[in-house]
Each structure stands twice: as C-alpha cells, then as structure tokens.
C-alpha cells in the first residue's frame, strides 16, 4: 500500500479516448499481429475464404468478449479472476435453464443479467468490502465455478436450436461471427465517448487526481466489474451456442488467456492505458499462435515455451520502454 | 529459572500476536473448523488423520512461504506451481541419470529452484515488468522445459529411497515433513522480525519510493524475495514427491491457490507492506482442515468448491478487519 508522500502525482499516461491517438501499447502489437497473421495465412492459404475467416472469428469470439471483460477491468488498474466463472454459469444456465425448447429463448435476456449480478458482487466486495481485486475475484472464481458444476455436473444439456443455428453460420452473406464483432467494435466505438469510459480511464492513470477531479471512484469501479460479469456472461452463452452444449469445466482456461490476450495487445497491467480494439487484437494474436503450432505440428513443449517467451518478449518491451511513474 | 524463561517466552508470544491478530484470528478459525468437523465424525481427531492433514499444510506452508515474503515486499510469485513441479521431477530425474547421494541431489535441486526464481526476480527487477504476467511467463517457461524432459516411467524407481523414507518418517507424533515445515517457518520467521533483510522487505512492500529514499536498494530485496521463493517452492516440490511417490507436470497447480489463500487469511495484505510468517502458517492449517472438512461433511465437488471460497473470502475480510483493529501489521 502506498502511502501518500507529498509528491505531485507524476503518472501521466491519461488520454481523452474522444481523440484517436494509438497508446503506446499498440506499438508492439501492431507489429506482432501483422506477422503472426502473416505466417498463419501463409501456413493455411485456405484460411482466406469466407467462411473459413468467419469460422476463425467464431471460435476466437468468447475468448474476445472475454479478454474485453478482462480489458476494462484492468483499466482501473484491477483484476477479474472470476471472469472464467461467471462465464461458465451463463454457458451451463444456456444448455439447462434456457434449453432446446424455442419458447424459452427469452430467458437468455435473464442469463445475461445473472452475469450482470456476478459482476456485481465483485464489484461490490471490491468497493464496498475493501477487497483487493485479486483475492475477491480468486473466491468468486471459486464460487462461481462450484456454482456452474452443481448446474450441469457434466457436459451436456441442450441449447435453443434456431438460435444456435445462427449463431453456428458462417456461410450466410454476411456470416453471423463477423457481424458480431463488427457490432462489439461498434458498441465499443460509441461507449468510449461516455462519461463512465473517460472515468475509468482517469481512475487508470491516476487515481488520487481522478478523486479530486470529482469521478466516483467507487460507482465507476463496482459498474467495471459488473459490466465485465455481463461481458463474461455473454461469452458464455455465445459458447455454449456454437457447440449446441454446455460445459462447467471451460471456463479456467480462458481466465489467463484473457490476461494474456491484454498483454499481447499492449494494456498495461496498472491501468489507463489500452481499449478494447487491443483486447480484441490480443486475443487474435493467441488465435494465430494456435493456428500456427497446430498447423506445424509442433511438440507441446515448442509451443507452451513459444507462448510463454512471447509473453515475457512483449511485456519485457513495455516495462523496458514505458513512462516512468 | 525454567519457569522464569517461561513466561519470557510467552511474553513475547502474547506481543507477537498483539501485533498480528490477523494469525490468531486464522488460528482460532482452524479450530472452530477442527471441532466443527470433529462434532461430525470423531475419527477426524484421530492422530493419523492430524499427522495427514499437517503434511498437506506443510505442502502448502512451504510454498507459501518465500511467497509470503514476496508479497510482503510488494510483488508477486505465480511460478510457484511450477516450481513444485520442478522440485519434483527434478529429483526423480536427477536420481535415475546422477549417480551421486542424495543430500547432493537435494542441494542441487533447490540450488536450481533458486535460480528458476533468480529468473523470476531478474525479469520483474531489470524489466520493470509487472511480476503477475512475468512470474507467469516463467512459469510457463518452466512447464514447456519439463514437459520436454518428457513423462516419467511410472515403474522403477522414481524417487530415491531416502526421500521416501524421510517423507514417511516421524519424530514422536509429528512427521518429518511437518518438522521441516515448522523449522523453516521459524527461520522465515526470525528473517522478518530480526534482521535487516526482514526490515527492509516491510519497507519496500509499503512504500517503494520511499524505501529508495531512504537508501534501500528495492530491487536487490526484490529479487531476494524470489529467488527464497524458488527455493521454498520447489523443496515443497521435492517433499510432495517423496510423499505422493510420484512427479507430474501440473501436481503443483491446485498449491497456488491454496499459497495465495493461506498468505491472505493470514493477514497478509496482496499488496504489500503487512503481515507475518506465522500468519501464514496459521492460514495453511486453516485451509487444510477446511478442505479435510468438506468432504467429511458429504458435499460434493461443487458444493465444496462454493464454500472453500466464501469462507476464503470471509476469512481474507476477518484478517483484514483484524490487523486494521490490533496490530502494527509486521513482524514475526
């Protein structure tokens, strides 16, 4: 815990997301997407055809809503462990609550908002409990885990089939998984201008001044968390659509992958500096290292040390040449 | 003149635990937790379910341990898992091709451990970087190197007899293993509370600028705290090995959540600057007895994960109400 000193405050990495001006993050990405997905297509030339594109999108897409969760919570410079529960509740709730029967696919409306409430509650022992982040989340992630494994023990159950149907397409006009991310960048584009993206990011970089600027550190973190529940949530009802089924075990794997997809994306682990164009990027880098280590058949330990090294290249690069505090 | 030594001693244990509640707080959960599971089946008294649950919490303990340090100090260890895995096969390894003693292969074992989080403490040191993704990192650096190493015979002699006796052996009712734990935890203890090195990882983990200010080379306490953390990760590694009689890629992943866990309900703030050895000792034992404890009273795989986090949140709030109530927060 710091204690105050009487210094000014000097961390002077805030920006006004209203001007478009790239943080500096996105100078490592910007090269690493360019190259990883060079080589992914040069190793699977097929994978430029439409529908092999839109599948792609598809399977990466919960990892992006998720890494996008993760994003705005590390904005304010905290973390959500729990993101990979919260998203396995929504993805069990899917297959049982909501199920086959068409009639009920209203009740998704309901699932979302149950992730709405999970968010919440970290929000809440965060702000009001006075919980660091990472041992809040670490318990909720423990709750909420138990929680989706008492809902479906094992995986099964039975998703809405119209809706799967659409969601599972990748040869209409415009495929079901590109018109979604075009729209998450959409909604992303226009919340950026809102009062509560120029709070978060105010908090981020420095959140005594944020406090005498007059932000609510307190509304603006506990509704981060609770809208990064929602986001995790719908990344769990969209999985559990495209594979038609549910499954309580998914959900850890996506936890570090999204922190590793905001790394790789360049969001800094302190906050203030990144958005979710670069969670998203992030998350497609991780998606071209899959595709490339599978393609090349390469020897688990090739590609656990490749990942691994990459992660310690990338955030190497950042702490070497980041502002100084 | 015993009895006068005495009471000195407990002099100061009663003012080591004014000063950290937050450690007898977790004590008294652990045996609220015991009676709790003993009023449900009295074998759980028993002595060889105790001697089983103080390995486990010496598993945990010695993981935990240079962790609690690096916490302390305002960082981060998240290669602990791997660490134990290392400390394992490492040792397996090193006794099927190596044909020197043990004591050796044990010296050369946590030697490496060291400089696994020598590694750790370099990155996070020279780079700036912030320890969560680069104590990943490594960690996953560790995992690809064992997994290249490629998976272990499962017959023939895994674990070199020694250990195994050692792991299985006991002085009068505590087993070895507990012994070493406790041992070391008073070691660690004694490094917090009593020197130079204890004082100024308090320092750092509270206000970095400051202890630079005041001429405290923050980073070389930093990298200190890892490379302990190296060490006592993979001992933990080589201990576990020796007990479950077997060495695998991922035995250490569920210790990383039961480290963090038992750092926090010991009082130990995750960022930094409070808490205590003992704290989490007292928070291993709690988590032990809290996992022998539900599956004692017939919960499932989900029920058990449900509540193994809500008493952990509990707990961490109680810690934190604690320390904030009574104590100066360091020390011991």
Known sequence: MEAELVLPPTKRRGMWPLTVRPSGGALVMVP??????LVDVLLQPDILTKPQIALTIQTAFPLILVSIAQC????TGGIDISVGGTMVVANVLTATWVGADSGSAWRLVLVLLVGLILGAFNGA????????????????????DGVALQILPSAGGATPPALSAWAQNVTNFIPTSILLLVLTLAVWWYWRSTNLCRHIYSIGSDEARARLSGVNIGKTKFSVYAIAGLLAALAGIYLALITSTGDATLGDGYILSSVEACVLGGISLEGGSGGAGLAVAGAFILTFIDGITSVLVLPPWVSIVLSAGLLIFVIGIRSRFAKPT | MPFAIAVRMGRRVVSAARRQPATVGAFVLTLVLFAAATAHSLGFASLSNVRTLSIFAAFVGLAAMGETLVIIAGGLDLSVPWLIDFGGIALSQMHRSLHIGLPLILLLVVLLGMLLGAINGLFVTLLGAPPLIVTLGVGGLIEGYLVAVGTLQSSGDIVPDGIERFANARIG?????????????VVTAFILSRTGLGRRIYAVGD???A????????ERVRFATYVISGATASLSGVLLTGYIQTAYVGMGADYLFGAIAAIALGGTALLGGTGSSWGTVAGACTLTVLAGLLPVLGLNTAAVKIVYGAIILAGVYFARALQKIGGRGRGA
Not at chain 1, 72 to 75: N, P, R, S, T
Not at chain 1, 125 to 144: C, M, Q, S
């Open chain 2, 207 to 209: 206000n970095a600028r």
């Open chain 2, 211 to 218: 202890a630079r200010l005041a001429g405290i080379h923050v």
């Open chain 1, 72 to 75: 705005i919570v590390l904005l």
């Open chain 1, 32 to 37: 690493l997407f360019v190259i990883l997905l």
């Open chain 2, 173 to 185: 009712p505590l087993p070895d293993i507990t012994l070493v734990w406790l041992a070391l935890a």
């Open chain 1, 125 to 144: 022992l965060v702000v009001i409990g006075n919980f660091e982040p990472f041992i809040a989340t670490l318990g909720t992630w423990a709750i909420y």
